[in-house]
């Protein structure tokens, strides 16, 4: 008989042990929690482009001829005016050295003229007509000056000056489609991205609803990430936004100012520029890692209520401001939204808490002490 009532009581205290450790749900779990409050959001849209040089030159001669020297260095900064190339100066030394010859004779001649016109002693015509063949010589003098002066190849503008694309001993011509040399201002530079004129229509209509403030003074702000992610440390302005939408792809072409002082921005890069939409002034912002997705992809995060129990509150998120969400609608100023201890609670666990350090644990230095008196 013993050994029949041995296994009932062993059986019935493994039972009351299993009891005294198995958890309740009444039993309070501690989770780290963030109190929500509303600030003035600035909200930015970021926008794909690629930089362009504020000025392209490219370089061609005005005066055909044989190259004789190259007097720059390729991928170098050059200066406007600076000589680039000289073109063989042989014969259009010899067309200004013969049209300074007949613009010398013919001013004496004239010269001779004028009293003698004076005096009657020849015909007024004759004297028109050398004063005539004096200005005619000059401008052929300024038109020689000018061609002479052509055989050297100046630079149209500053800039930076990529590879020479003509040698020495090389024929160029006036009017030829190649050029010789292209120069490119990198400093300042443009960044030029394409917004969708539907995001453009439904931010102005934000604006004007009152859901957005305009940014102000940080309007023209342009902040600009580069291809492989890091930030550009210098911060843009807008220039301008055009005002015809492209038929083709359904967008408007926005350009911004950069300084670009170390060359770091070269035309054509790939980049993403951030620009100012608006504020919202009662802006919610959430932590990150508080916001969940249910099976149907619904944003979602649990509350803790007044009673010190979980709720789950669904959400909808707007853009991502740091490491926050930007919560549209869901949540309001003063909910208490789980951030740490997630893995921990279900909807109607009750809970105690206290403000989240914004690390993997709580702080445990502030009790909010929102725990059910009743439960003491």
């Not at 003509?166 to 490119?184: K, R």
Request: hydrophobic fraction near 40%.
């Amino acid at each position: 008989m013993r050994l029949r009532i041995l296994p009932a009581s062993l059986i019935f205290l493994l039972v009351a042990c299993d009891q005294t450790h198995s958890p309740s749900k009444d039993v309070p779990v501690h989770v780290g929690i963030s109190t929500l409050h509303s600030e003035a959001v600035t909200l930015f849209t970021q926008l794909p482009g690629r930089t362009t040089a504020v000025r392209t030159a490219e370089v061609r001669p005005q005066v055909s001829g044989i190259i004789l020297k190259r007097l720059f260095t390729e991928g170098s900064e050059v200066k406007a005016g600076q000589s680039l190339y000289q073109i063989d100066p042989a014969t259009y030394q010899a067309t200004y050295d013969k049209a300074m010859a007949t613009l010398i004779n013919a001013d004496k001649v004239a010269a001779r003229y004028k009293p003698l016109a004076a005096a009657h002693a020849i015909s007024q015509q004759v004297y028109d007509d050398a004063v005539a063949t004096a200005r005619e010589a000059r401008a052929d003098v300024e038109t020689a000056r000018v061609n002479l002066n052509y055989t050297k190849v100046r630079a149209p503008i500053s800039g930076h000056i990529g590879r020479s694309l003509t040698t020495e001993g090389a024929l160029v011509t006036n009017g030829q489609s190649s050029y010789m040399s292209l120069i490119q201002q990198l400093d300042p530079i443009y960044v030029d991205v394409n917004a969708s004129s539907r995001d453009l229509l439904a931010q102005r209509r934000a604006l004007a609803d009152g859901r957005l403030k305009k940014a102000g003074d940080n309007a023209a702000a342009v902040k600009l990430t580069l291809e492989d992610g890091s930030a550009y440390p210098l911060e843009g302005r807008m220039e301008f936004s055009e005002v015809t939408v492209d038929e083709s792809t359904g967008s408007v072409t926005l350009r911004a100012s950069f300084p670009n002082p170390q060359r770091n921005l070269l035309p054509g890069m790939f980049v993403h520029a951030s620009f100012a939409q608006g504020i919202a002034e009662q802006g919610i912002l959430v932590p990150q890692q508080s916001v969940m997705h249910d099976i149907k992809g619904r944003p979602y995060v649990y509350v803790v209520n007044t009673e010190s129990r979980i709720r789950e509150q669904l959400i909808t998120t707007g853009q991502m401001i740091g490491q926050k969400w930007l919560v549209h609608t869901g949540l309001k100023e003063g909910d208490r939204v789980v951030v740490d201890g997630l893995q921990n609670v279900q909807p109607g666990t009750r809970v105690t808490a206290s403000v989240s350090s914004g690390k993997s644990q709580y702080s445990s230095k502030v009790n909010l002490a929102i725990t059910d008196p009743s439960a003491q």
